[in-house]
């Protein structure tokens, strides 16, 4: 299996998928993670652009791809999905990971609608939304057990030492966030996803 | 897997998911078929049931359960959801595929009402909703491709003889949805389901 | 203030509100504690009726109704809906707690049936549902800090043995969910609700 | 009756409404089409200009109007409003026919935001909006029966060769939404439609 | 065009659609009026009767059928069904009105599953949804200038003294909800309808 | 409690919220009104920011901060979030009234989006969104009412002379709506809210 994540800023992949992520590469699946500002608003950009790489590693993502938008001004526009689009068709992932459109970070909502523009040519694509801190009536109908990987995703998201201090993200909110929706199916640690669109070969084989 | 169909009455399965039940039976996957009621409203009891045993049959069913409501009257109550979850218990799916709550039928909502308390206790259970001739604003997210099957599917339906001769169901209907559906995903013909829950391991491995 | 909460059984209040109903009995409002059903489903209904006395007492409860629907069978009906409206009538309540509709216990939902159709000549009463095991698609938009008084909720959880035994509630769930709520609104503690009706008096003073 | 519609591209009223187009022009009601892009970025402008023209004339519209905007960069802003309203004003029509806000694509929704901006002042106008193959999660409540005319409106869409040549449209997926929307109301073919808001002097006479 | 009215109690025609109603009897429109309870619950069933004749008379309502349902306890179920079925068969309504499915009364809810079920086998009926005192969350889109009429729908009201007496309906009510969707639409009094499916033939001519 | 209004131009904050500004202000409660533009598109600006003023005295309103968006292009991006962070941060409202995001109007959609991502880290912070002349599919839980305080607001209104004669605003459709949503709780005028956070310690004390 191919997946790819799609997030506005470097540490938004580990936050929102960062235990299916390594769940998945773990399982020998190929991650490509593609980031699309590399958040000077919140910091460094080299900085940042470090600690991704960083956050990547450690839960086993094969590629990172930039995409250099500025950050808080990602614009829904033919260039953003192309980008998107080019590097869709170029990995051919069967499952895409991104933002729910229920976000109160502009960033985050444009994103999705980037996404779901470029997929709409691989209607075979399955494309997840994850959870985070911006998200807001959140619906998930997808849980993933992560009790195996919780503490490679904590790890992942201390690697962004400049956003844990500014106090952006923390392993505590990532923490109780696994522990509910693990709650809700029954297992010590989960992550939760709503669908755009599920491959039912991917469900059901 | 083990797969459980829950749906109303005796030629539900059939239309709502046949096709795929088709391609799951034949990948080897046991499928138990629970009928809710036998059906009276729409004909001879013991006709609907010969006809729901072949088209079973047709669509490698391993096990027809029947539960004896009264057709029209399906009552969500204790011993409904009881007689359900003691299934699901016994069978132990892994996936349980019913009707969609948004359904002018009152049987069809209600068995929805019964499953998703059924499985309360069963959380890792995912559940599909299928699509049929009085399901309204349908938003499915899981696309099954059923190409391959869809000449098995049309023979199990027309299997519901009593049903097909009142007119209830009819080949032209499911032909036509299933390529409205397999337009959506980019194949020839397709099921699509809504999604009250899916479970992570059954979807990402 | 007066306070009303109007759940289907014995341990629903404490569950789905049981901080908020301590901080307001602390903070001298009286709260009137309706159960629709002595939960003989999950137990012996006399047990279950000294449970819930003594949940009432460890929160500050003033007065606990009964009015004996049969368990999973409550009935949205002119006479369910009549006993509490008068409960409402007699007490004249501020803010009335029950469940939300998005809950897959069928006596869960009637009850907010039987709720908002008692209110609906008393426009005046905020209405707010709760969140327990069995909700689904909870949109809360009112967060209470219940820090102060998580531990005397877990107390009054723990009260309902009968249920803790059976696993049908457990202070971890309790837990997780106030710690998920409260790390929404930046507190330890939290529990959450949606709205039906808020009145602004009450909101605004 | 005068009807407009009001789409992003040069092909999108044909595959939106072209046969309720058809339809209305056929019956002496004036058609008067706005068109947002010439779509540079699916094709030669020019080119996309003469098959929207000839396009037009296969349908009955009795007027086309281009309004300049750039593909895939429709921005919602006083321009574009005022622009759109100032053909409203200009035209009077009873009917708008434009795209639905659930669509992946951003020129798509945009100009739905812009046709209900536009509108505004003039709460008599009813308003549809139709579905293409970006429309998601649509929710018809207008079927138009097209039965007769069903084989115009895929000689309009065949006019767009710019466009079935790339693949972006095509007669087959055309015909199998139709066949699909006839299917749920008892016709042969048929289009159908959301609505913003209908006038109940046009509805019921 | 035939015209069918399908509500719970005696006076909840003339309250949710009486304009409307009156309005197309004057355009020589047959309107059939469909009772489903005599109301037991709001006074007595020969007084309530006759109120809903001399109502009907009062908007030139052709006839009116009473189903005879008991107060506070329609239920869906196959008789119910074919009830209404029957009627709609036998006098082949273009339009059928009935209740919102978001209401806090149950019959009114109850009322519009019965409706919906019926008219199943009926694609080519539109159906709207009207608004009354019990309706929450009402979202039209239907608006129909009832300025010319709004006094014989007021009479109509005055008639159901037993009502009016009670303080179950008044005239108050009725301006204020006419006003503010006149506002809506820029004329003096309208009254306002949700859409469960819309003819395009109805509406488009 | 120190209360703050943001809406997009200078006779909004009347309009949407006006009575319950009143009420807040002379309650002792500190007013901060936010005019997001100086509404170029509607008037000279200079006219404009005096109705602002006068309106604002009229009301109670403390202070009025004027952030000079251009009108109709208020745009979501970082500068805009912060100006409104910043003066959260420094005023620590209590209540922030604003725009539904259910609105035509592209500038009121955008301030509700702006405010949300502004509270975001004020999570202690109540948000309500009120009702104007462009919002569609309102869905109020708050009410309040202003029956003691119309006539201010109405005076308020007035005052914005440049937009009461271009009929951009109208005591009538204030008045209308005043009684509308006051019907709905059983007093004589209202206005209502949307919620998209509530303080419990602000509704429950």
Redesign the interface.
Known sequence: ?IVMTVFAHPDDMEVHCGG?VR??SS?GHRVIEVIMSKGN?GGDEEVREREAIEGAKCLGVDRVEFLNHE???IS???ES?DAVRALISKFEPD?VFTHSPND???DHRRTF?IV??AV?KF??V?VLMGEG??T??F?P?????VTDVLEKKLEAVRVHRSQVERGAISE??VM??A??R?????VKY??A?E???????????
């Open positions: 299996m299916t769940k998945l399982a608003n950050d808080g001004r829904v526009d033919p999905i499952v109160t970070h502009q609608r779901t523009s709409s209607p075979e399955t801190p911006s807001v009536g619906q109908v997808v849980y993933v057990d505590e909110m109780k966030t522990e509910f693990g709650m809700e199916i029954g989960a992550e996803f669908a755009f669109r599920i491959s039912g070969s991917l469900l059901l084989g």
